[in-house]
Protein backbone atom coordinates (compact mmCIF):
# COMPACT_ATOMS: atom_id res chain seq x y z
CA UNK A 1 0.00 0.00 0.00
CA UNK A 2 1.22 3.32 -1.18
CA UNK A 3 1.92 6.41 1.50
CA UNK A 4 0.48 9.39 0.97
CA UNK A 5 2.35 12.27 -0.12
CA UNK A 6 3.28 14.75 2.95
CA UNK A 7 1.93 17.70 -0.01
CA UNK A 8 -1.02 16.33 -1.96
CA UNK A 9 -1.93 17.32 -4.79
CA UNK A 10 -5.35 18.62 -4.88
CA UNK A 11 -5.75 17.90 -8.85
CA UNK A 12 -5.18 14.21 -7.96
CA UNK A 13 -7.47 14.07 -5.27
CA UNK A 14 -11.16 12.88 -5.57
CA UNK A 15 -14.13 12.53 -2.95
CA UNK A 16 -16.43 9.53 -2.64
CA UNK A 17 -18.74 11.20 -0.15
CA UNK A 18 -19.02 14.28 2.30
CA UNK A 19 -17.83 13.45 5.51
CA UNK A 20 -19.19 16.45 7.98
CA UNK A 21 -19.70 20.13 7.67
CA UNK A 22 -18.86 23.05 9.83
CA UNK A 23 -18.34 26.57 10.13
CA UNK A 24 -14.84 26.40 9.49
CA UNK A 25 -14.72 24.02 6.57
CA UNK A 26 -15.85 20.35 5.08
CA UNK A 27 -14.65 16.62 5.73
CA UNK A 28 -14.81 14.29 2.52
CA UNK A 29 -13.81 11.22 2.08
CA UNK A 30 -11.22 11.08 -0.34
CA UNK A 31 -8.69 8.98 -1.94
CA UNK A 32 -6.25 9.88 -4.74
CA UNK A 33 -7.23 9.39 -8.70
CA UNK A 34 -5.33 6.42 -8.96
CA UNK A 35 -6.98 4.72 -6.40
CA UNK A 36 -3.55 2.78 -4.86
CA UNK A 37 -3.64 4.31 -1.29
CA UNK A 38 -6.50 3.96 1.56
CA UNK A 39 -9.28 6.46 1.54
CA UNK A 40 -8.58 9.17 3.85
CA UNK A 41 -10.59 12.01 5.17
CA UNK A 42 -9.87 15.40 4.31
CA UNK A 43 -10.86 18.45 5.77
CA UNK A 44 -10.77 21.49 3.57
CA UNK A 45 -11.40 25.04 4.50
CA UNK A 46 -12.06 27.70 1.42
CA UNK A 47 -9.28 30.42 1.47
CA UNK A 48 -12.31 32.77 0.37
CA UNK A 49 -14.25 32.22 3.82
CA UNK A 50 -11.38 32.72 6.19
CA UNK A 51 -11.86 36.49 6.49
CA UNK A 52 -15.36 36.04 7.66
CA UNK A 53 -14.22 34.12 10.75
CA UNK A 54 -12.94 35.11 13.98
CA UNK A 55 -9.13 34.07 13.55
CA UNK A 56 -10.17 30.92 11.47
CA UNK A 57 -7.04 30.80 9.53
CA UNK A 58 -4.79 30.29 12.93
CA UNK A 59 -6.47 28.32 14.37
CA UNK A 60 -6.84 25.64 10.83
CA UNK A 61 -2.58 25.83 11.43
CA UNK A 62 -2.97 25.31 14.85
CA UNK A 63 -4.84 22.34 14.76
CA UNK A 64 -2.49 20.89 11.75
CA UNK A 65 0.43 21.86 13.79
CA UNK A 66 -1.05 19.61 16.58
CA UNK A 67 -1.81 16.56 14.45
CA UNK A 68 1.49 16.81 12.97
CA UNK A 69 2.92 16.04 16.47
CA UNK A 70 0.58 13.21 17.32
CA UNK A 71 1.51 9.82 18.00
CA UNK A 72 -1.03 7.75 19.71
CA UNK A 73 -3.40 4.73 18.79
CA UNK A 74 -6.28 6.63 20.01
CA UNK A 75 -5.28 10.05 18.28
CA UNK A 76 -5.29 11.15 14.52
CA UNK A 77 -2.17 11.73 12.54
CA UNK A 78 -1.08 14.05 9.85
CA UNK A 79 -1.06 12.70 6.42
CA UNK A 80 -0.82 15.12 4.47
CA UNK A 81 -1.71 18.71 3.50
CA UNK A 82 -2.60 20.69 0.90
CA UNK A 83 -2.91 24.25 -0.14
CA UNK A 84 -3.26 26.44 -3.03
CA UNK A 85 -4.87 29.53 -3.76
CA UNK A 86 -8.41 28.84 -3.13
CA UNK A 87 -8.08 25.72 -0.58
CA UNK A 88 -6.26 24.72 2.60
CA UNK A 89 -6.49 21.33 3.39
CA UNK A 90 -5.37 18.10 5.65
CA UNK A 91 -5.46 14.32 5.54
CA UNK A 92 -6.14 12.32 9.01
CA UNK A 93 -7.26 8.63 8.93
CA UNK A 94 -10.30 7.98 7.73
CA UNK A 95 -12.91 6.27 10.92
CA UNK A 96 -15.21 4.44 8.97
CA UNK A 97 -17.31 3.24 12.46
CA UNK A 98 -18.65 7.07 12.27
CA UNK A 99 -18.45 8.79 16.31
CA UNK A 100 -19.82 7.86 19.81
CA UNK A 101 -22.81 9.49 19.51
CA UNK A 102 -24.24 7.71 16.73
CA UNK A 103 -23.06 4.33 18.24
CA UNK A 104 -24.42 5.50 21.13
CA UNK A 105 -28.11 5.98 19.30
CA UNK A 106 -27.92 2.96 18.12
CA UNK A 107 -27.96 0.61 21.27
CA UNK A 108 -30.73 -0.05 22.93
CA UNK A 109 -32.56 2.71 25.26
CA UNK A 110 -29.51 4.40 23.82
CA UNK A 111 -27.22 3.81 26.19
CA UNK A 112 -24.14 1.67 26.91
CA UNK A 113 -23.77 -0.93 28.87
CA UNK A 114 -21.06 -0.70 31.73
CA UNK A 115 -18.47 -2.67 30.06
CA UNK A 116 -18.26 -1.06 27.06
CA UNK A 117 -18.64 2.27 29.01
CA UNK A 118 -15.08 1.26 30.34
CA UNK A 119 -13.64 0.69 27.45
CA UNK A 120 -14.02 3.45 25.74
CA UNK A 121 -13.71 5.95 28.43
CA UNK A 122 -10.06 4.20 29.19
CA UNK A 123 -9.36 4.87 25.86
CA UNK A 124 -10.43 8.68 25.90
CA UNK A 125 -8.47 8.65 29.72
CA UNK A 126 -5.16 7.23 27.40
CA UNK A 127 -5.71 10.34 24.84
CA UNK A 128 -6.16 12.69 27.07
CA UNK A 129 -3.26 11.90 29.49
CA UNK A 130 -1.17 12.04 25.84
CA UNK A 131 -2.40 15.24 25.01
CA UNK A 132 -2.05 16.91 28.57
CA UNK A 133 1.49 15.17 28.64
CA UNK A 134 2.06 17.55 25.48
CA UNK A 135 1.19 20.62 27.42
CA UNK A 136 -2.30 20.69 25.35
CA UNK A 137 -5.60 20.54 26.57
CA UNK A 138 -8.17 19.29 24.18
CA UNK A 139 -11.18 21.49 25.28
CA UNK A 140 -13.64 20.06 22.86
CA UNK A 141 -14.06 16.47 24.56
CA UNK A 142 -17.85 15.39 23.24
CA UNK A 143 -19.57 11.83 21.90
CA UNK A 144 -19.88 13.55 18.32
CA UNK A 145 -15.73 13.79 18.20
CA UNK A 146 -14.66 10.74 19.61
CA UNK A 147 -14.73 8.55 15.88
CA UNK A 148 -14.57 4.87 15.70
CA UNK A 149 -11.68 2.97 14.09
CA UNK A 150 -11.75 0.41 11.73
CA UNK A 151 -10.39 -1.65 14.54
CA UNK A 152 -13.79 -0.43 16.74
CA UNK A 153 -11.16 1.27 19.21
CA UNK A 154 -11.75 5.14 19.61
CA UNK A 155 -9.99 7.83 18.14
CA UNK A 156 -9.98 11.74 19.20
CA UNK A 157 -10.86 14.58 16.84
CA UNK A 158 -10.82 18.37 15.83
CA UNK A 159 -8.42 20.10 17.60
CA UNK A 160 -8.90 23.37 16.46
CA UNK A 161 -10.15 23.96 19.95
CA UNK A 162 -7.39 23.04 21.64
CA UNK A 163 -4.46 24.79 23.24
CA UNK A 164 -1.03 24.78 25.09
CA UNK A 165 -0.49 25.47 27.93
CA UNK A 166 2.63 24.96 30.47
CA UNK A 167 2.17 22.65 33.27
CA UNK A 168 1.75 23.70 36.84
CA UNK A 169 3.73 22.41 40.37
CA UNK A 170 1.60 19.40 41.70
CA UNK A 171 -0.07 21.42 44.66
CA UNK A 172 -3.37 22.58 45.37
CA UNK A 173 -2.43 25.70 46.94
CA UNK A 174 -0.04 27.63 44.39
CA UNK A 175 -1.54 29.82 41.76
CA UNK A 176 -2.05 29.05 38.23
CA UNK A 177 -1.36 31.14 35.14
CA UNK A 178 -3.36 32.69 32.85
CA UNK A 179 -0.39 33.83 29.92
CA UNK A 180 -2.81 32.20 26.92
CA UNK A 181 -1.64 29.68 24.67
CA UNK A 182 -1.46 30.03 21.29
CA UNK A 183 -5.16 29.09 20.13
CA UNK A 184 -5.75 32.05 22.78
CA UNK A 185 -3.81 34.90 21.02
CA UNK A 186 -5.61 38.02 19.49
CA UNK A 187 -8.99 36.75 20.73
CA UNK A 188 -9.76 39.63 23.10
CA UNK A 189 -10.88 41.87 20.22
CA UNK A 190 -14.24 39.88 21.13
CA UNK A 191 -14.36 39.75 24.72
CA UNK A 192 -15.54 42.90 25.37
CA UNK A 193 -19.12 42.02 24.56
CA UNK A 194 -19.48 38.32 25.88
CA UNK A 195 -17.60 39.42 29.68
CA UNK A 196 -20.54 42.14 29.53
CA UNK A 197 -23.10 39.23 29.09
CA UNK A 198 -21.91 36.82 31.07
CA UNK A 199 -22.69 37.82 34.48
CA UNK A 200 -26.45 37.90 33.55
CA UNK A 201 -25.83 34.57 31.75
CA UNK A 202 -24.95 32.69 34.24
CA UNK A 203 -27.40 34.04 37.07
CA UNK A 204 -30.71 34.29 34.81
CA UNK A 205 -33.26 31.93 35.58
CA UNK A 206 -35.24 30.01 32.57
CA UNK A 207 -37.65 32.41 30.16
CA UNK A 208 -40.71 30.92 30.20
CA UNK A 209 -42.22 30.86 26.19
CA UNK A 210 -38.91 30.61 24.46
CA UNK A 211 -38.40 28.00 22.17
CA UNK A 212 -36.12 24.98 23.41
CA UNK A 213 -32.65 25.26 21.73
CA UNK A 214 -29.61 23.18 20.68
CA UNK A 215 -26.64 22.96 22.62
CA UNK A 216 -24.26 24.99 20.68
CA UNK A 217 -20.55 24.71 20.72
CA UNK A 218 -18.99 28.08 22.21
CA UNK A 219 -16.67 30.48 20.07
CA UNK A 220 -13.30 30.88 21.62
CA UNK A 221 -13.59 34.69 23.28
CA UNK A 222 -10.71 35.86 25.66
CA UNK A 223 -11.06 37.44 28.76
CA UNK A 224 -9.08 40.04 30.88
CA UNK A 225 -5.06 38.65 31.46
CA UNK A 226 -3.63 38.72 34.67
CA UNK A 227 0.30 37.63 35.10
CA UNK A 228 0.90 34.31 37.44
CA UNK A 229 4.20 33.13 37.94
CA UNK A 230 3.29 29.56 38.19
CA UNK A 231 2.18 28.13 35.24
CA UNK A 232 -0.55 28.65 33.11
CA UNK A 233 -3.87 29.25 32.91
CA UNK A 234 -6.49 30.00 29.97
CA UNK A 235 -9.27 32.34 29.84
CA UNK A 236 -11.06 31.69 26.15
CA UNK A 237 -14.59 31.04 26.62
CA UNK A 238 -14.56 27.91 24.55
CA UNK A 239 -16.19 24.41 24.51
CA UNK A 240 -19.67 22.91 24.04
CA UNK A 241 -22.16 24.31 26.37
CA UNK A 242 -23.39 21.36 27.76
CA UNK A 243 -19.87 19.89 28.52
CA UNK A 244 -18.61 23.31 29.78
CA UNK A 245 -16.43 23.34 33.05
CA UNK A 246 -17.88 25.40 35.82
CA UNK A 247 -14.17 27.42 35.96
CA UNK A 248 -15.22 28.08 32.50
CA UNK A 249 -18.69 30.08 33.03
CA UNK A 250 -17.43 31.84 35.83
CA UNK A 251 -14.65 33.54 34.04
CA UNK A 252 -12.29 32.30 36.65
CA UNK A 253 -9.45 30.67 34.27
CA UNK A 254 -8.69 27.14 33.90
CA UNK A 255 -6.36 24.19 33.01
CA UNK A 256 -5.86 20.74 31.85
CA UNK A 257 -8.88 19.76 34.97
CA UNK A 258 -11.15 20.86 32.25
CA UNK A 259 -11.18 17.81 30.16
CA UNK A 260 -11.78 15.69 33.01
CA UNK A 261 -15.52 17.74 33.53
CA UNK A 262 -16.08 17.03 30.19
CA UNK A 263 -15.02 13.67 30.32
CA UNK A 264 -17.70 13.43 33.33
CA UNK A 265 -20.57 14.47 31.10
CA UNK A 266 -19.11 12.30 28.34
CA UNK A 267 -19.32 9.31 30.92
CA UNK A 268 -22.64 10.15 32.58
CA UNK A 269 -24.66 10.59 28.98
CA UNK A 270 -23.19 7.19 27.95
CA UNK A 271 -24.88 5.49 31.00
CA UNK A 272 -28.39 7.83 30.68
CA UNK A 273 -28.36 8.88 27.30
CA UNK A 274 -28.85 12.96 28.09
CA UNK A 275 -26.56 15.56 29.59
CA UNK A 276 -26.95 16.09 33.51
CA UNK A 277 -27.32 19.80 33.51
CA UNK A 278 -29.25 20.48 29.84
CA UNK A 279 -31.63 23.22 30.89
CA UNK A 280 -34.36 24.72 28.36
CA UNK A 281 -31.98 27.18 26.94
CA UNK A 282 -28.40 28.70 27.51
CA UNK A 283 -28.39 30.48 30.78
CA UNK A 284 -30.14 27.57 32.19
CA UNK A 285 -27.97 25.28 30.93
CA UNK A 286 -25.18 27.48 32.62
CA UNK A 287 -26.79 27.80 35.64
CA UNK A 288 -27.34 24.51 35.88
CA UNK A 289 -23.57 23.62 35.71
CA UNK A 290 -22.76 26.10 38.16
CA UNK A 291 -25.27 25.11 40.99
CA UNK A 292 -27.31 22.00 40.33
CA UNK A 293 -25.54 18.72 41.10
CA UNK A 294 -25.80 15.87 39.18
CA UNK A 295 -28.82 13.27 39.30
CA UNK A 296 -28.09 9.63 39.20
CA UNK A 297 -30.87 6.93 39.34
CA UNK A 298 -30.09 3.17 41.39
CA UNK A 299 -27.90 1.67 43.29
CA UNK A 300 -24.20 3.86 43.60
CA UNK A 301 -21.29 1.90 41.79
CA UNK A 302 -18.22 2.47 41.08
CA UNK A 303 -19.24 3.92 38.03
CA UNK A 304 -21.48 6.94 39.32
CA UNK A 305 -18.90 7.48 41.99
CA UNK A 306 -16.28 7.89 38.93
CA UNK A 307 -18.67 10.19 37.68
CA UNK A 308 -19.66 12.22 40.17
CA UNK A 309 -16.00 12.94 41.48
CA UNK A 310 -15.34 14.09 37.68
CA UNK A 311 -18.04 16.59 37.97
CA UNK A 312 -16.71 18.07 40.70
CA UNK A 313 -17.36 21.55 40.35
CA UNK A 314 -14.00 22.63 42.26
CA UNK A 315 -11.65 21.99 40.25
CA UNK A 316 -9.01 21.88 42.76
CA UNK A 317 -11.39 19.17 44.14
CA UNK A 318 -11.85 16.94 40.43
CA UNK A 319 -10.36 13.74 40.18
CA UNK A 320 -7.11 14.38 37.96
CA UNK A 321 -6.24 17.87 39.59
CA UNK A 322 -3.52 16.94 41.15
CA UNK A 323 -2.56 13.47 39.87
CA UNK A 324 -3.66 13.79 36.37
CA UNK A 325 -5.05 10.37 34.28
CA UNK A 326 -2.98 8.52 36.60
CA UNK A 327 -5.99 9.50 39.73
CA UNK A 328 -8.36 8.04 37.25
CA UNK A 329 -6.46 5.21 35.88
CA UNK A 330 -6.46 4.05 39.87
CA UNK A 331 -9.91 4.77 40.57
CA UNK A 332 -11.96 1.50 41.62
CA UNK A 333 -14.38 1.64 38.00
CA UNK A 334 -11.10 0.49 36.00
CA UNK A 335 -9.98 -2.31 38.60
CA UNK A 336 -8.75 -5.05 36.67
CA UNK A 337 -8.08 -3.48 33.16
CA UNK A 338 -4.85 -4.17 31.95
CA UNK A 339 -4.36 -0.28 30.57
CA UNK A 340 -0.65 -1.47 28.77
CA UNK A 341 -2.58 -3.88 26.63
CA UNK A 342 -6.15 -1.68 26.00
CA UNK A 343 -4.86 -0.58 22.43
CA UNK A 344 -3.93 -4.35 21.51
CA UNK A 345 -7.70 -5.87 22.65
CA UNK A 346 -8.86 -7.28 19.31
CA UNK A 347 -12.44 -7.53 20.42
CA UNK A 348 -13.70 -4.51 21.00
CA UNK A 349 -17.31 -3.94 22.21
CA UNK A 350 -18.97 -3.11 18.33
CA UNK A 351 -17.21 -4.28 15.13
CA UNK A 352 -16.86 -1.99 12.76
CA UNK A 353 -18.14 -3.18 9.05
CA UNK A 354 -15.16 -3.37 7.03
CA UNK A 355 -14.77 -1.13 3.56
CA UNK A 356 -13.08 -3.50 0.51
CA UNK A 357 -11.77 -2.18 -2.00
CA UNK A 358 -13.99 -3.73 -4.42
CA UNK A 359 -16.84 -1.07 -2.19
CA UNK A 360 -14.27 1.56 -2.43
CA UNK A 361 -14.02 1.08 -6.56
CA UNK A 362 -17.77 0.96 -6.70
CA UNK A 363 -18.42 3.98 -5.09
CA UNK A 364 -16.17 5.89 -6.96
CA UNK A 365 -17.28 4.88 -10.52
CA UNK A 366 -20.95 5.94 -9.30
CA UNK A 367 -20.38 8.82 -6.88
CA UNK A 368 -17.19 10.15 -7.58
CA UNK A 369 -16.85 14.00 -7.76
CA UNK A 370 -14.25 16.93 -7.63
CA UNK A 371 -13.85 18.93 -4.11
CA UNK A 372 -13.74 22.29 -6.52
CA UNK A 373 -17.02 21.36 -7.84
CA UNK A 374 -18.81 20.75 -4.81
CA UNK A 375 -17.74 24.55 -3.12
CA UNK A 376 -18.69 25.78 -6.57
CA UNK A 377 -22.36 24.14 -6.68
CA UNK A 378 -22.61 25.21 -2.81
CA UNK A 379 -21.96 28.60 -3.74
CA UNK A 380 -24.77 29.04 -6.65
CA UNK A 381 -27.29 27.38 -3.96
CA UNK A 382 -26.51 30.13 -1.26
CA UNK A 383 -26.50 32.61 -4.49
CA UNK A 384 -29.61 31.52 -5.96
CA UNK A 385 -33.12 32.63 -4.41
CA UNK A 386 -34.18 29.91 -1.44
CA UNK A 387 -36.38 27.40 -2.43
CA UNK A 388 -39.97 26.90 -0.53
CA UNK A 389 -39.61 25.60 3.62
CA UNK A 390 -39.73 21.74 3.30
CA UNK A 391 -40.77 19.65 5.91
CA UNK A 392 -38.43 19.41 9.05
CA UNK A 393 -36.05 16.26 9.09
CA UNK A 394 -36.24 12.94 10.95
CA UNK A 395 -34.36 13.40 14.52
CA UNK A 396 -30.98 12.00 14.31
CA UNK A 397 -28.95 11.29 17.18
CA UNK A 398 -26.69 14.78 16.53
CA UNK A 399 -28.41 16.99 18.75
CA UNK A 400 -25.54 19.46 19.39
CA UNK A 401 -25.70 22.12 16.26
CA UNK A 402 -21.95 24.38 17.24
CA UNK A 403 -21.83 27.99 16.47
CA UNK A 404 -18.27 27.89 15.47
CA UNK A 405 -16.50 24.48 13.62
CA UNK A 406 -17.64 21.55 14.31
CA UNK A 407 -15.98 18.80 12.03
CA UNK A 408 -15.99 15.35 12.76
Known amino acids: ?17 VLGRGAMGTVFL ?32 WEMSVLSRL ?50 VAE ?36 DLSCALAHRKKT ?20 TKHCRNLSLLMSALSEKGLKKPKPARVSPVSRRRESFTAGERAKSFVGTEEYVAPEVVRGDGYEFAVDWWALGILTYEMAYG ?73 RPPFLTPSEDKKELTDLLGKKAF ?4 YFQNQRRKQSSPSPPPSPPPSPTPDHRINVSSDIT
Not at 172 to 190: I, M, Y
Not at 286 to 314: H, M, Q, Y
Open 1 to 17: MERLPVHLDMENLIAVR
Open 30 to 61: VTERSASTCPFALKVVEKSTLHTKFDADRRAR
Open 71 to 120: SHPFLPTLLGSVENDEFLGWAVPYCPGGDLNVLRYNQTDRIFSTSAIRFY
Open 124 to 159: IVCALEYLHRMGIVYRDLKPENVLIQQTGHVMLTDF
Open 172 to 191: KSENLGSTSAPADVAEGRRR
Open 274 to 346: RTPFRGKNRKETFRNVLTRPAEFVGKWSALTDLISRLLEKDPTRRLGYDGGATEIKEHAFFSGLRWDLLAEVS
Open 370 to 373: DIRD
